[in-house]
């Protein structure tokens, strides 16, 4: 069991850490050069107006009480306005609309490595010094010695341009339009913005409808065909999520390796082995347990790299998340949407890395104390 | 431990020395750890021979005739090409040239990187950790903070605050990696520190600085040598991706990162795949030399730190 006290103890060592990252985010805007007011109404614009525009902004106040505005608002997920991308609407609006697209890329790539990681893992460990064991380390040390922005071009060049077997850039193909709502009997429902998840959910309503009003069962026989927008996202998320997966793959095969030698050797593992159970058994009920404890709490750490590793993958991919958000802003220095960006991005980083804590914490209760 | 200490006024030779460290031997015995080795120290000669010798001088017009942009690699047919192994890019210079010059400012830009963090890290992991208290806590809170942001997030956050640039990038990733040192400088210290030379030094009447430099710096060698070896692979690679994002080197430097952004925008589609494989494969060759040397000597240090050190 996880208790109360643990997490509420753990709630409280965020306070600091989340006080000075909005210190560090609030910094940006301050200590960049330029002025605010200039950079959003261009450089020829009338000396008269950016004095008005700097008053209107609060920056002729104290920078404490631009602080304390800042954190205020920060609190309330009031990033205030785009100075340049999407030139006066709300940062959060703009944030609320890419964050899906970031997030399921990075789930999508987590859920690879840890499918495709662990399991090597484990087998380079039990087979260790084997030829196995051997191609699965060195195969792991150039996974984590290859660059995405490498590998990504790579994957492309030769499933896309080459062999022409995937798209090359983009979420889906052009003749599709991407909805952002449903409509279930008359109702309208907001979708998720994850646009695997949405041309699923799409694609079901239309081929349900199909066997329920219209073609019958003979609507299987076009079942490609209702689910044309979910395949093109699929492939369109194919390579991206592959790049991105197979660095942070070999980073936690290493991990699992490394944890899985270790326990191994512990005593009851060669209890449960002189009890004669079967080696399957102990390696995955006894070994396996213990030996992923540890790696969770890399997960998280790893998690960081992933989502660097996102903004890595977009650039190359041509997909709109706030990686690539981000990297627009801050080359149109559009410091409020900087700002947004990186808070969002620090935030989902210690959120998971408080999951990972929780986690552990039930998995071993010993780390409560 | 097997740390060298440089502080006794040990007569014996430093051959004999190294042989007696079984930090050196074990290293020495890996295979792996010495391929990486040969694969950093033959980056390290190609760069300098590329510093030295290597004319990266603008392309006149007559020479253009003969440098068509985006030839593919002579040894690929075409016989007219032989001159260029590695193909042209868009702008039809020399890639090869270009990615052994690439080599050069990888490793000074690391070094820079590597070096300036470690320093950095060294002297507050160590105050953090023989002050204690509030020092302690005001150094390493302060290093929660950088450590909270994913680490190529904080150095875009910081770019954005200096301004992009070869050399703003160098401080920004040096900020990115400090707290990394300085948290591995503070275990180790804190170790030290319950020794009891430490009290015996300190018995005698040392002051501070000198206890911190000559007593508790050399004995946390090790571990730091193993992080700077771990971490040069990752400030190369960040190097090279803020350039790839448009916020390192200026375009028309020879620099790694930036060689694979050109590749991406002018190869991708039209399967030029020699603008980007060639700046790519020596970044990652030369990242795996020092994962495979870091290896190494993480597992000759102590092989129970192989979760510790990232």
Same mark, same amino acid.
């Given at each position: 069991?996880?208790?109360?006290?643990?997490?509420?103890?753990?709630?409280?060592?965020?306070?600091?850490?989340?006080?000075?990252?909005?210190?560090?985010?609030?910094?940006?805007?301050?200590?960049?050069?330029?002025?605010?007011?200039?950079?959003?109404?261009?450089?020829?614009?009338?000396?008269?107006?950016?004095?008005?525009?700097?008053?209107?902004?609060?920056?002729?106040?104290?920078?404490?009480?631009?602080?304390?505005?800042?954190?205020?608002?920060?609190?309330?997920?009031?990033?205030?306005?785009?100075?340049?991308?999407?030139?006066?609407?709300?940062?959060?609006?703009?944030?609320?609309?890419?964050?899906? *697209? $970031?997030?399921?890329? !990075?789930?999508? &790539?987590?859920?690879?490595? =840890?499918?495709?990681?662990? #399991? %090597?893992?484990? @087998?380079?460990?039990?087979?260790?010094?084997?030829?196995?064991?051997? *191609? $699965?380390?060195?195969? !792991?040390?150039? &996974?984590?010695?290859?660059? =995405?922005?490498?590998?990504? #071009? %790579?994957?492309? @060049?030769?499933?896309?341009?080459?062999?022409?077997?995937?798209?090359?850039?983009?979420?889906?193909?052009?003749?599709?339009?991407?909805?952002?709502?449903?409509?279930?009997?008359?109702?309208?429902?907001? @979708?998720?913005?994850?646009?695997?998840?949405?041309?699923?959910?799409?694609?079901?309503?239309?081929?349900?409808?199909?066997?329920?009003?219209?073609?019958?069962?003979?609507?299987?026989?076009?079942?490609?065909?209702?689910?044309?927008?979910?395949?093109?996202?699929?492939?369109?998320?194919?390579?991206?999520?592959?790049?991105?997966?197979?660095?942070?793959?070999?980073?936690?095969?290493?991990?699992?390796?490394?944890?899985?030698?270790?326990?191994?050797?512990?005593?009851?593992?060669?209890?449960?082995?002189?009890?004669?159970?079967?080696?399957?058994?102990?390696?995955?009920?006894?070994?396996?347990?213990?030996?992923?404890?540890?790696?969770?709490?890399?997960?998280?750490?790893?998690?960081?790299?992933?989502?660097?590793?996102?903004?890595?993958?977009?650039?190359?991919?041509?997909?709109?998340?706030?990686?690539?958000?981000?990297?627009?802003?801050?080359?149109?220095?559009?410091?409020?949407?900087?700002?947004?960006?990186?808070?969002?991005?620090?935030?989902?980083?210690?959120?998971?890395?408080?999951?990972?804590?929780?986690?552990?914490?039930?998995?071993?209760?010993?780390?409560?104390? | 431990?097997?740390?060298?200490?440089?502080?006794?006024?040990?007569?014996?030779?430093?051959?004999?020395?190294?042989?007696?460290?079984?930090?050196?031997?074990?290293?020495?015995?890996?295979?792996?750890?010495?391929?990486?080795?040969?694969?950093?120290?033959?980056?390290?000669?190609?760069?300098?021979?590329?510093?030295?010798?290597?004319?990266?001088?603008?392309?006149?017009?007559?020479?253009?005739?003969?440098?068509?942009?985006?030839?593919?690699?002579?040894?690929?047919?075409?016989?007219?090409?032989?001159?260029?192994?590695?193909?042209?890019?868009?702008?039809?210079?020399?890639?090869?040239?270009?990615?052994?010059?690439?080599?050069?400012?990888?490793?000074?830009?690391?070094?820079?990187?590597?070096?300036?963090?470690?320093?950095?890290?060294?002297?507050?992991?160590?105050?953090?950790?023989?002050?204690?208290?509030?020092?302690?806590?005001?150094?390493?809170?302060?290093?929660?903070?950088?450590?909270?942001?994913?680490?190529?997030?904080?150095?875009?956050?910081?770019?954005?605050?200096?301004?992009?640039?070869?050399?703003?990038?160098?401080?920004?990733?040096?900020?990115?990696?400090?707290?990394?040192?300085?948290?591995?400088?503070?275990?180790?210290?804190?170790?030290?520190?319950?020794?009891?030379?430490?009290?015996?030094?300190?018995?005698?009447?040392?002051?501070?600085?000198?206890?911190?430099?000559?007593?508790?710096?050399?004995?946390?060698?090790?571990?730091?040598?193993?992080?700077?070896?771990?971490?040069f692979g990752l400030a190369i690679i960040d190097l090279a991706a803020l350039s790839f994002l448009g916020f390192g080197a200026q375009a028309g430097t020879p620099s790694w990162g930036l060689m694979l952004k050109n590749g991406v925008s002018n190869g991708l589609l039209t399967g030029d795949w020699w603008l980007s494989f060639f700046?790519?494969?020596?970044?990652?060759?030369?990242?795996?030399?020092?994962?495979?040397?870091?290896?190494?000597?993480?597992?000759?240090?102590?092989?129970?730190?192989?979760?510790?050190?990232?």
């Amino acid at each position: 069991m996880v208790s109360k006290r643990f997490i509420a103890k753990r709630l409280l060592l965020l306070v600091p850490v989340l006080f000075g990252v909005a210190t560090v985010v609030f910094a940006i805007l301050h200590l960049a050069p330029g002025d605010p007011a200039r950079v959003i109404l261009g450089q020829r614009a009338p000396t008269q107006q950016v004095v008005q525009l700097r008053r209107e902004l609060g920056l002729n106040d104290p920078i404490w009480v631009q602080y304390g505005r800042f954190l205020a608002d920060t609190a309330q997920l009031d990033f205030g306005q785009s100075y340049q991308i999407a030139k006066g609407s709300p940062v959060w609006n703009v944030l609320a609309d890419r964050l899906p *697209v $970031t997030i399921e890329l !990075a789930i999508y &790539g987590q859920i690879t490595a =840890i499918l495709l990681g662990i #399991p %090597l893992g484990v @087998l380079s460990a039990v087979k260790q010094d084997s030829l196995t064991d051997h *191609v $699965t380390r060195i195969g !792991a040390l150039t &996974g984590i010695s290859v660059p =995405i922005f490498w590998s990504g #071009p %790579l994957v492309l @060049l030769v499933f896309a341009t080459f062999l022409g077997w995937l798209p090359t850039s983009g979420r889906i193909g052009s003749t599709f339009f991407l909805e952002d709502h449903w409509v279930l009997f008359g109702t309208q429902l907001p @979708l998720t913005g994850m646009v695997s998840i949405d041309t699923f959910i799409l694609d079901t309503g239309a081929f349900v409808q199909s066997i329920l009003y219209g073609e019958g069962l003979g609507a299987f026989a076009s079942l490609t065909e209702y689910y044309a927008s979910f395949i093109s996202a699929v492939q369109h998320l194919f390579l991206p999520v592959l790049t991105l997966g197979i660095y942070s793959m070999a980073l936690l095969s290493r991990m699992m390796r490394s944890s899985m030698l270790e326990v191994i050797r512990q005593d009851y593992i060669r209890t449960a082995r002189a009890k004669g159970q079967g080696e399957r058994i102990t390696i995955l009920k006894h070994g396996l347990r213990n030996a992923l404890i540890p790696v969770i709490t890399v997960i998280g750490i790893q998690f960081g790299t992933l989502l660097g590793g996102a903004v890595l993958t977009e650039t190359v991919f041509g997909i709109g998340g706030i990686g690539q958000l981000l990297v627009a802003a801050i080359g149109a220095t559009d410091y409020p949407l900087v700002q947004g960006t990186v808070l969002v991005f620090a935030l989902l980083f210690t959120l998971v890395n408080l999951g990972v804590d929780v986690t552990y914490s039930y998995l071993d209760p010993r780390i409560q104390q | 431990m097997a740390t060298e200490t440089s502080t006794t006024t040990d007569s014996r030779g430093i051959v004999e020395r190294l042989r007696a460290s079984p930090f050196l031997s074990e290293l020495l015995s890996n295979r792996l750890a010495i391929i990486g080795l040969s694969l950093i120290l033959g980056m390290v000669l190609l760069g300098v021979y590329a510093r030295l010798f290597i004319d990266l001088g603008a392309i006149s017009q007559s020479q253009l005739a003969a440098h068509p942009n985006k030839a593919p690699p002579g040894w690929l047919g075409s016989a007219a090409l032989d001159q260029f192994l590695f193909g042209t890019d868009a702008a039809a210079r020399d890639i090869f040239k270009r990615v052994l010059y690439g080599a050069w400012l990888a490793l000074k830009f690391g070094v820079l990187v590597v070096g300036a963090s470690t320093v950095l890290g060294i002297s507050l992991g160590i105050i953090a950790a023989y002050y204690g208290d509030v020092v302690d806590n005001v150094v390493m809170r302060t290093m929660d903070v950088f450590l909270a942001f994913p680490s190529l997030l904080l150095a875009l956050a910081l770019v954005a605050i200096f301004g992009a640039g070869l050399s703003k990038v160098v401080i920004a990733l040096t900020l990115v990696y400090t707290p990394r040192f300085a948290r591995v400088v503070r275990g180790a210290a804190l170790k030290v520190l319950e020794d009891e030379y430490i009290d015996a030094t300190v018995a005698l009447g040392a002051r501070d600085p000198r206890v911190l430099v000559r007593h508790v710096l050399p004995n946390c060698l090790a571990p730091i040598t193993v992080q700077s070896t771990l971490n040069f692979g990752l400030a190369i690679i960040d190097l090279a991706a803020l350039s790839f994002l448009g916020f390192g080197a200026q375009a028309g430097t020879p620099s790694w990162g930036l060689m694979l952004k050109n590749g991406v925008s002018n190869g991708l589609l039209t399967g030029d795949w020699w603008l980007s494989f060639f700046p790519g494969l020596f970044l990652a060759i030369t990242v795996l030399g020092f994962n495979l040397l870091g290896d190494g000597m993480r597992d000759a240090l102590d092989p129970r730190m192989r979760e510790t050190v990232e």
